[in-house]
């Protein structure tokens, strides 16, 4: 089964500064869809960005950007001068190209704080 | 988010109740799925449904059941609530990869505040 480990429970950064969120997952599979999604404090999952286990360019949407290391099982979201609005609950996840019913797994989750 | 609704958005129940959520969706989607979200655990899959009256067990599926009668609706119910169920439950819908990259992902639900007390 499929792992996905977010280390830093917390972070915090300072307003038009920059932070990195990091994530490593553990698969067997060449072919995956890995995802950062943001919970703000109104509870709903929203989707950051996501990448492409084939496809070596990494993603980016605006000021997010990854850093996808297949080899090392590493995906960490950049995010570039951070916004008040930025402060939330970012999910890192992975799902499976095809044979497990497209099911998505988590890791716990990493608490962003923007300080003005 | 548009085109999927859960319901209730809060609830609380006591211990030993059946309690059922409701997940609704208008996007014609194959795949749905239960998901609890507590602190230090993010978010664990409970059950899913591949299609009507397809559906199989997640990582926590002890104390819950499921049923999908039809493509629209997937419920999720807990036969005899515990406090251990207090948690917030998020639906979310899917479809296979195809030529629209959005349904890479998942589409959720606002999310279900259960207090079992």
């Known amino acids: 089964a499929q792992t996905v480990t977010q280390s830093q429970p917390e972070m915090s950064v300072q307003e038009a500064e920059t932070v990195t969120l990091s994530c490593t997952y553990d698969t067997s599979e060449s072919d995956y869809y890995l995802f950062w999604y943001k919970q703000p404090p109104s509870r709903q999952m929203i989707l950051v960005i996501r990448?492409?286990?084939?496809?070596?360019q990494n993603a980016t949407e605006n000021r997010f950007s990854v850093n996808f290391q297949k080899a090392a099982k590493s995906f960490s979201l950049k995010i570039s001068d951070s916004q008040l609005g930025d402060a939330a609950m970012y999910f890192c996840?992975?799902?499976?190209?095809?044979?497990?019913?497209?099911?998505?797994?988590f890791g716990k989750g990493t608490l962003l704080t923007v300080n003005p | 988010d548009a085109g999927i609704t859960q319901s209730p958005r809060h609830k609380v129940t006591e211990t030993g109740t059946p309690v059922t959520l409701r997940c609704h969706q208008t996007?014609?989607?194959?795949?749905m799925y239960w998901y609890r979200q507590d602190p230090g655990h993010g978010l664990r899959l409970i059950h899913y449904s591949y299609g009507v009256k397809d559906t199989d067990k997640g990582e926590v599926s002890d104390g819950y059941s499921v049923s999908r009668s039809k493509t629209e609706d997937f419920l999720l119910t807990l036969e005899s609530a515990t406090s251990s169920q207090t948690s917030v439950y998020f639906c979310?819908?899917?479809?296979?990869?195809?030529?629209?990259?959005?349904?890479?992902?998942?589409?959720f639900g606002s999310g279900t505040r259960l207090t079992v007390v």
């Open positions: 996840a992975y799902r499976s190209s095809g044979g497990s019913n497209y099911k998505l797994t």
């Open positions: 996007e014609n989607h194959r795949y």
């Open positions: 979310a819908i899917s479809s296979p990869p195809g030529n629209n990259l959005a349904n890479y992902g998942y589409t």
């Open positions: 990448q492409e286990a084939y496809k070596q």
